[in-house]
């Protein structure tokens, strides 16, 4: 009876240690979550884009940058804008009619 008692303990103790171990998800260290930072894109005035970002805020007169004066419509103004900030690796979040939130990963 003694010896079935110990035996039961013994396997009791055994599963507790096994059930109880950490996980995988538990070790999974956070520095390889990607972290990002984020910027917004403020269209402004018909010629005037702001962009707000990290670094500072900036801005930007469209006509005098790039953008054909005759091609002219907010939409154009604001692909113009995204455009030229996905050179530096920004990528569009979500999009309003007149912001678009940006971001990109820190490396």
């Not at 956070?30 to 005037?48: L, Q």
């Amino acid at each position: 009876m003694k010896k079935l008692l110990l035996a039961f303990i013994i396997i009791a103790a055994l599963a507790g240690i096994y059930f109880t171990r950490t996980s995988d998800a538990q070790e999974r260290s956070y520095a390889t979550t990607p972290t990002y930072e984020y910027g917004i894109i403020r269209y402004d005035t018909p010629d005037k884009i702001q962009f707000v970002l990290p670094t500072g805020v900036q801005s930007v007169r469209a006509f005098t940058s790039g953008l054909n004066a005759s091609d002219y419509n907010q939409e154009a103004s604001m692909v113009w804008a995204l455009n030229h900030v996905s050179k530096d690796g920004w990528q569009p979040v979500t999009l309003e009619t007149t912001r678009i939130l940006i971001r990109r990963s820190v490396k």
